[in-house]
T-cell receptor, first 119, second 111 residues
Framework: GAGVSQSPRYKVAKRGQDVALRCDPISGHVSLFWYQQALGQGPEFLTYFQNEAQLDKSGLPSDRFFAERPEGSVSTLKIQRTQQEDSAVYLC?????????????????FGPGTRLTVL | GNSVTQMEGPVTLSEEAFLTINCTYTATGYPSLFWYVQYPGEGLQLLLKATKADDKGSNKGFEATYRKETTSFHLEKGSVQVSDSAVYFCALRRGAQKLVFGQGTRLTINP
């Protein structure tokens, strides 16, 4: 079956531009996560949705970062006025269950990521 | 807060060598522990997991045992292959919450 897909796979932006990164989770998955992976580092949590509700945005590094999932399926991560330090791979993951689910429901499946380069 | 510390890389081994990649964690409560692998040009894939103390996760010849007394989850493989060359990430998760990753260890296996 189809996995998590992300688009675009690569994005080059000039400093100051706005960008929008899209994530299509596995169909029927309730939970959706965004992570940021800087070069040579492990992924770091940005934000979490359960259906359309954004339950945790504690990892968003600044108010230039905004995420939404208006219909509880596709999600968009928007970065306004991009800076060079925003250059990273942005990973999306989805899982079947919500907060009450068991371990199988909580397994996160990752998309291929969007590599953002800010010049 | 919760954190994961991984063995510094990169690691280079010859084919058929024994592999250990160390991972220790700090967490409140009883997290689940994971190893993820990122092959060149591919996305993150779950390699193995363990959900409680003394559990052993295994897959593709890799093993890791959840050691609560030493807060460790070291990854081992008895005989590595060139195809095992990848970046390996140790991670923890509490319930349905976010994954917390280590910094990753790049493994290169030479024929």
């Amino acid at each position: 079956g189809a996995g998590v897909s992300q688009s675009p796979r690569y994005k080059v932006a000039k400093r100051g531009q706005d960008v929008a990164l899209r994530c299509d989770p596995i169909s029927g998955h309730v939970s959706l996560f965004w992570y940021q992976q800087a070069l040579g580092q492990g992924p770091e949590f940005l934000t979490y949705f359960q259906n359309e509700a954004q339950l945790d945005k504690s990892g968003l590094p600044s108010d230039r970062f905004f995420a939404e999932r208006p219909e509880g399926s596709v999600s968009t991560l928007k970065i306004q006025r991009t800076q060079q330090e925003d250059s990273a791979v942005y990973l999306c993951a989805s899982s079947l269950g919500g907060l009450a689910g068991g371990d199988t429901y909580n397994e996160q499946f990752f998309g291929p990521g969007t590599r953002l380069t800010v010049l | 807060g919760n954190s994961v510390t991984q063995m510094e890389g990169p690691v280079t081994l010859s084919e058929e060598a024994f592999l250990t990649i160390n991972c220790t964690y700090t967490a409140t409560g009883y997290p689940s522990l994971f190893w993820y692998v990122q092959y060149p040009g591919e996305g993150l894939q779950l390699l193995l997991k363990a959900t409680k103390a003394d559990d052993k996760g295994s897959n593709k010849g890799f093993e890791a045992t959840y050691r609560k007394e030493t807060t460790s989850f070291h990854l081992e493989k008895g005989s590595v292959q060139v195809s095992d060359s990848a970046v390996y990430f140790c991670a923890l998760r509490r319930g349905a919450q976010k994954l917390v990753f280590g910094q990753g260890t790049r493994l290169t296996i030479n024929p």
